[in-house]
T-cell receptor, first 115, second 113 residues
Framework: EAAVTQSPRSKVAVTGGKVTLSCHQT?????MYWYRQDTGHGLRLIHY???????EKGDIPDGYKASRPSQENFSLILELASLSQTAVYFC??????????????FGAGTRLSVL | GEKVEQHESTLSVREGDSAVINCTYT??????FPWYKQEAGKSLHFVID?????DRKQSQRLTVLLDKKAKRFSLHITATQPEDSAIYFCAARSSSGSWQLIFGSGTQLTVMP
């Protein structure tokens, strides 16, 4: 079964501090994603990557950076955490394409509280 | 860009009854519509999908219907069980331009014994 592991599972950060969320996948998938989940907003795409050493902006990239140092690892970085970034963050991986299911395999999520 | 609206934020049904969750989308070019389930305190996992070349797909107690003219798709769950209680997310992906999945806001389904 596909495996996506996120760390930490929860974190409390101070406003203005730096936060790094990590994601590791053993699926051998090329694509990785960071989503944010807020009540009433569903999932919104922050950043994604289709190859190591390259990242792309999603729908809500402001205030976030991403890093893909290898196929297996994808990090989300909040350089200056703000109260509005309190949310649950999900990492996912997939093998998209015209003929594939494009199924997303999600990690367990990271609950981030910025105080 | 694509927008996906999930009409019911909450839905309660009695065990054994059917449940229907409705979604609409805006991009006529969207061609792939998956559904994901998130049980309490857990992550999301894929449950069923439908592509635009068909208008119905069934997998055991789950059926997805697609009305391309109305840009609407729905998830039907028959003979509901307590373990069906979860948040269900619909999503859509366009076949042109961005290939990203756009998610709806989720429907909390509660199956009451």
């Amino acid at each position: 079964e596909a495996a996506v592991t996120q760390s930490p599972r929860s974190k409390v950060a101070v406003t203005g501090g730096k936060v790094t969320l990590s994601c590791h996948q053993t699926n051998n998938h090329d694509y990785m994603y960071w989503y944010r989940q807020d009540t009433g907003h569903g999932l919104r795409l922050i950043h994604y990557s289709y190859v190591a050493d390259s990242t792309e902006k999603g729908d809500i990239p402001d205030g976030y950076k991403a890093s893909r140092p290898s196929q297996e690892n994808f990090s989300l970085i909040l350089e200056l955490a703000s109260l509005s970034q309190t949310a649950v963050y999900f990492c996912a991986s997939s093998v998209p394409g015209q003929e594939s299911q494009n199924t997303l395999y999600f990690g367990a999520g990271t609950r981030l509280s910025v105080l | 860009g694509e927008k996906v609206e999930q009409h019911e934020s909450t839905l309660s049904v009695r065990e054994g009854d059917s449940a229907v969750i409705n979604c609409t989308y805006t991009d006529t070019a969207s061609s792939y519509f998956p559904w994901y389930k998130q049980e309490a305190g857990k992550s999301l996992h894929f449950v069923i999908d439908i592509r635009s070349n068909v208008d119905r797909k069934q997998s055991q107690r789950l059926t997805v219907l697609l009305d391309k003219k109305a840009k609407r798709f729905s998830l039907h769950i028959t003979a509901t069980q307590p373990e069906d209680s979860a948040i269900y997310f619909c999503a859509a992906r366009s076949s042109s331009g961005s290939w990203q999945l756009i998610f709806g806001s989720g429907t909390q389904l509660t199956v009451m014994p």
